[in-house]
């Protein structure tokens, strides 16, 4: 019953790549669409939720999986001395996430168990000359991480821009959203998120109880905040955001509204 794959990964290269190898071991049809993509970090997962929605308005009666898979710790280099590689070694874990979504005239909608999110908008941005905050640096002896100490700072400005115009292009009101589906790129990240947004830290209790269990897990990690929201259920109407950043520099706003289906 499934029509697509999009398969998100920034932590490995494969060719043939990893959701060819779903498809025969699960044994799923041979004409499905497969969109693989490399290199969106820990924006992955709101990009690959947005770029399905987009691809299932193009495609109302189909369904498509987005799977998100990271391994991390690959990227640990033991000879390394470098802050950076401690820092990502102690703040990144690895992590997968299958996440279904089907277009507005599928049938699959009907087996939803959970509450269920819509995406109503998405939009991207990208800050131009600073594809050195965030990535890989990949040398002979592998992938070596740049994670710039300045991506707080960066969420203070650049991603405080991106949500100022999107929700004034959507009429939002910050203030009356009961949660926020946030990839927790880190404590100081979500702090920065908390003052841009002027909410307080309950708001973002999916992205902080994440964080504590898992770690950032990289491009999955959104998806499993995104599980927890959820499990919680909101009622019919709620509307939320979902957002991640980013290599490139890049930001990922989707607005979510729930139970509408």
Wanted: charged share 20%; proline share 4%.
């Amino acid at each position: 019953a499934i029509d697509g794959i999009l398969f998100i990964s920034s932590t490995g290269i494969a060719t043939p790549t990893i959701d060819s190898y779903i498809i025969n071991e699960l044994n799923m049809k041979d004409d499905i669409v497969r969109i693989p993509i490399f290199g969106l970090g820990c924006g992955g997962g709101a990009s690959g939720v947005a770029r399905a929605a987009e691809w299932l308005r193009a495609n109302p009666t189909k369904a498509m999986f987005v799977i998100n898979l990271e391994f991390c710790s690959l990227a640990f280099q033991k000879e390394d001395n470098r802050k950076s590689n401690f820092v990502g070694t102690a703040l990144f874990g690895d992590g997968i996430s299958c996440t279904l979504m089907a277009g507005d005239n599928s049938n699959i909608k009907k087996l939803a168990k959970l509450a269920s999110p819509y995406v109503v908008a998405a939009s991207s941005k990208m800050k131009k000359n600073s594809l050195k905050v965030m990535g890989w640096d990949v040398r002979d002896s592998g992938f070596h991480v740049i994670f710039e100490k300045s991506i707080p700072a960066i969420v203070k400005s650049f991603w405080k821009e991106h949500i100022a115009d999107f929700t004034k292009k959507q009429s939002l009101q910050i203030e009356g959203m009961p949660f926020f589906v946030a990839h927790p790129g880190g404590a100081k990240v979500l702090e920065a998120m908390e003052e841009v947004l002027q909410i307080k830290k309950e708001k973002l209790k999916f992205s902080y109880r994440i964080l504590r269990k898992h770690g950032n897990m990289s491009s999955p990690t959104v998806i499993f905040c995104l599980k927890e929201a959820m499990l919680s259920n909101p009622e019919k109407g709620t509307k939320s955001l979902l957002t991640a950043l980013g290599p490139g520099f890049s930001s990922e706003i989707l607005l979510l509204e729930w139970n509408v289906v």
